[in-house]
């Protein structure tokens, strides 16, 4: 007997998991990228995919079909304008996830799902972390300060000897 592998659950009920898929869909078609944890990101790609499919039929029927996921006449008008004219050919595969470095907060696996003829820019490169502030020294921003003053300064200093080594830079060519 087929045993299908159960879809993943998201910690939500079926009606917030449902409502949670539709509207990632949502945003997915209106702005072809968004981040998100890598969990919604695949379980969104699996919505998408379908959808796309159905969409390409082009038909009234599908277009009704949709609307139960979406219910956004916007994203509808977007898909059937926009997304269908430019995967027409393509069969499947209309989405990409892909991995980013752990939220700071959480550390939460997050991933970009984009749409593969949308992608305008290469991946964002992975964002670095921020420091930790129980690791930072006391005083540290005094410090700082005390720099940012002094730079000002140094950067006066050697103007001043540099205008004086102009006249004599003159006088050796004319010696010659």
């Not at 969409?55 to 277009?63: L, Y």
């Not at 979406?70 to 004219?85: Q, Y």
């Not at 720099?147 to 103007?159: D, L, R, Y």
Request: include cysteine.
């Amino acid at each position: 007997m087929r045993k299908v592998k159960p879809a993943r659950k998201l910690g939500r009920t079926a009606a917030h998991r449902k409502a949670t898929l539709s509207s990632l869909s949502t945003q997915l078609i209106l702005h072809k990228r968004i981040e998100t944890t890598e969990a919604k990101a695949k379980e969104t790609r699996k919505v998408v995919e379908k959808i796309i499919t159905k969409a390409r039929k082009g038909t009234v029927h599908a277009q009704r079909e949709i609307f139960k996921d979406i219910r956004d006449k916007e994203a509808i008008k977007t898909l059937f304008e926009e997304i269908v004219g430019k995967v027409g050919t393509r069969n499947g595969g209309y989405t990409r996830v892909i991995k980013l470095c752990p939220r700071f907060g959480d550390a939460a696996k997050m991933a970009v799902i984009e749409l593969v003829d949308f992608a305008e820019a290469p991946a964002a490169a992975p964002k670095a972390a921020r420091q930790d502030r129980s690791k930072r020294v006391k005083g540290s921003r005094k410090t700082e300060a005390s720099a940012a003053k002094a730079a000002p300064a140094a950067q006066a200093a050697p103007e001043l000897p540099a205008e004086s080594d102009a006249p004599a830079a003159e006088a050796a060519p004319t010696e010659e």
